[in-house]
């Protein structure tokens, strides 16, 4: 999927900064700004440890 999102970046000439797992973080954003529990969040990303995913968040 990261190469189709890459092609898709480079076909929409977009920043080559924009990287698949950006999505990743603007996901998380979007959840903790809606107010979702960060221990909801953690089992939707699939981490074992809370701190893991307070790394987003900071």
């Not at 809606?34 to 221990?39: I, P, Q």
């Amino acid at each position: 999927m990261s190469k189709q999102f890459k092609a898709a970046v480079r076909s929409a000439n977009l920043n080559n900064d924009i990287h698949f797992h950006n999505l990743r973080h603007s996901f998380v954003s979007n959840l903790v700004q809606r107010g979702v529990n960060l221990y909801v969040v953690k089992e939707l990303l699939g981490h074992e440890n809370i701190k893991t995913t307070q790394l987003y968040i900071i």
